[in-house]
């Protein structure tokens, strides 16, 4: 049994900035049976869901205007899926024990509006809230390294056989396994020198299809020089994958479709990702692919919370988000060759949890929101109503809004 969730924060931040809430224990799936789904009303969490998103007749591509409000319901949805014990029940809901009110501030960078004195989970895998703040950054690191570099760089794809038996956490104990096997060893370390690869970032990613579990890893290599054909690339390394997987349990032949090596300074399609359309490069093939938007049958988990947000199921998609959820608990997403993030950006960054506490210090504060207030809008899943409305119409129309929800109680003390 995982420990329980204490839902204290881990430690002090200054400015006002989320404070991250501990992470506790992942409850497993089956502490959340898929009845408790069906009875939990969905009311505010999809009244204000929007319209199916257009689609663009000639190349068949969706086409949506951002939505602020969704990343909100899909953490409400996450909220049912992953049980009270998890992180994400916390974020963004749950003061800092430091704070007796919450601050609305104004992004000086993007012009919108956001919360600062709340905890942040930082989950990158399992938050819509924290998971774009995070993969945004992400994102910028990993093009400034394709930008220093003087070389060539491409983007490898692996994956394995794998089946609608699999389930996911053995599975992707076999495949992670097979990726360390794959680049541990003189023969790698020989490959290397010839080919060139002077390092490497490597990402984790699963999808679910009509086969089952499908984890898969996108790593960009840089490559010393500009002589290394991807053919011979992929001549080369496929045979060492080929022996890594099945020394980590992965039987029969691998087909060729399972080492895939493309130009990552090429890589460039249009992916929808959170509801937001994106010019999809190779950084974001790296951070943000299980947020994003998968194709035909396959589903990202993040389309698990779409698809439950906009027509309620059995909760078999809710359980399988927690199953995805449980098993990539404590995985990191992007894992940097020793020394290149160094090398590349003259720095280690920040991490996740680092990334989703920040804020603008110098960003102007719209409003501030009591602990009562707060209560209410917590309560009935206002988080993204009260940014928007407070980004359009201030303090006043904040206090507007709130009416609408207050007891009529307080109404009557009020007018008192």
Not at 148 to 176: I, N
Not at 232 to 258: C, I, N, V
Not at 284 to 308: I, Q, W
Request: proline residues 6%; aromatic residues 6%; hydrophobic residues 35%.
């Amino acid at each position: 049994m995982p420990p329980s969730f204490e839902g204290r924060a881990d430690r002090p931040t200054g400015g006002g900035a989320p404070r991250r809430a501990s992470t506790g224990g992942l409850a497993a799936p089956t502490d959340r049976p898929l009845a408790d789904a069906r009875r939990v009303p969905l009311d505010n969490i999809t009244k204000s869901a929007t319209p199916p998103e257009p689609v663009n007749c000639v190349t068949g591509e969706l086409n949506p205007e951002f939505d602020p409000l969704k990343k909100w319901q899909l953490q409400a949805v996450a909220r049912l899926a992953l049980g009270d014990r998890h992180r994400v029940n916390v974020c963004m809901r749950h003061l800092r024990p430091d704070r007796r009110e919450v601050d609305v501030r104004r992004s000086d960078k993007s012009g919108r509006a956001y919360y600062a004195g709340l905890m942040a989970c930082g989950s990158v895998w399992t938050c819509p809230v924290c998971a774009p703040k995070i993969q945004a950054v992400r994102a910028d690191e990993v093009r400034a390294a394709i930008d220093a570099w003087q070389g060539t760089v491409v983007l490898l794809t692996q994956t394995v056989p794998h089946s609608r038996q699999d389930a996911l956490q053995p599975l992707l104990d076999r495949f992670t396994e097979a990726l360390r096997k794959f680049k541990a060893g003189s023969p790698y370390k020989r490959a290397s020198k010839r080919l060139g690869i002077a390092g490497s970032i490597r990402a984790l990613e699963t999808t679910d299809g009509l086969n089952g579990w499908h984890p898969h890893a996108h790593t960009i290599l840089f490559l010393n020089g500009h002589s290394v054909s991807r053919k011979s690339l992929h001549g080369e390394l496929f045979k060492l994958w080929e022996s890594a997987a099945a020394r980590a349990g992965f039987d029969g032949q691998l087909s060729p479709d399972a080492f895939n090596v493309q130009d990552a300074s090429k890589v460039r399609n249009y992916i929808t990702k959170m509801g937001t359309e994106y010019r999809w490069n190779a950084e974001h093939e790296l951070v943000k692919a299980h947020s994003k938007r998968g194709l035909s049958h396959s589903l990202t988990p993040f389309d698990m919370l779409r698809r439950y947000l906009e027509a309620p199921d059995d909760g078999r998609l809710l359980a399988r988000f927690a199953d995805y959820a449980l098993a990539f608990h404590g995985r990191r997403q992007l894992v940097w060759s020793d020394g290149l993030k160094k090398q590349l950006l003259g720095t280690e960054g920040l991490t996740d949890e680092q990334i989703a506490e920040s804020i603008g210090e110098a960003d102007a504060v719209l409003a501030r929101i009591p602990l009562s207030d707060w209560t209410i809008i917590r309560k009935h899943n206002l988080q993204g109503h009260v940014l928007e409305v407070v980004n359009r119409y201030g303090a006043s129309g904040l206090e507007h809004l709130l009416e609408a929800y207050r007891p009529p109680s307080h109404l009557c003390m009020n007018s008192g």
